[in-house]
C-alpha cells in the first residue's frame, strides 16, 4: 500500500497528528527535524502551524514550501490509543 497523509493538524509545539490512508493516526513531535534552509524557519511557530495536507502530494506542507514523506511522518508516529 501506498501512504498518504490525509488529515493533519497541529496540536502544540512543533507537534503534529496525522491521519493515514490505512486509517492509522497519532502525534509525531518535529522539534528535532527544525534544522537547515528549509525546516529551520519552522521554528517559528506561527509559520509552523501553518501544516495542512497538499491534496497533489497527499502529504504534509507548510507555508514555506517544506514538506515531508509520508513514510518518514509514518516511521516517526505515536500511535494514539
Known amino acids: 500500500m501506498i501512504l498518504h497523509v ?4 497541529y496540536v502544540r509545539d512543533y507537534i503534529i497528528w496525522v491521519r493515514f490512508n ?4 497519532g502525534e509525531i513531535d518535529l522539534s528535532a527535524e527544525l534544522e537547515g534552509e528549509v ?3 519552522l521554528k517559528d511557530k506561527a509559520l509552523f ?6 491534496p497533489l502530494l497527499q502529504t504534509v ?4 514550501g517544506a514538506d515531508l514523506a509520508p513514510e518518514f511522518l509514518y516511521d516517526n508516529l505515536r500511535i494514539s490509543i
Not at 490505512?22 to 493516526?25: C, E, L, N, Q, V
Not at 502551524?49 to 497538499?54: E, F, I, L, M
Request: no cysteine; charged share 40%; glycine share 10%.
Open 6 to 9: 490525509v488529515d493533519v493538524k
Open 22 to 25: 490505512d486509517g492509522i493516526d
Open 39 to 41: 525546516f529551520g524557519p
Open 49 to 54: 502551524k501553518t501544516v495542512r495536507v497538499d
Open 61 to 64: 506542507v507548510w507555508d514555506n
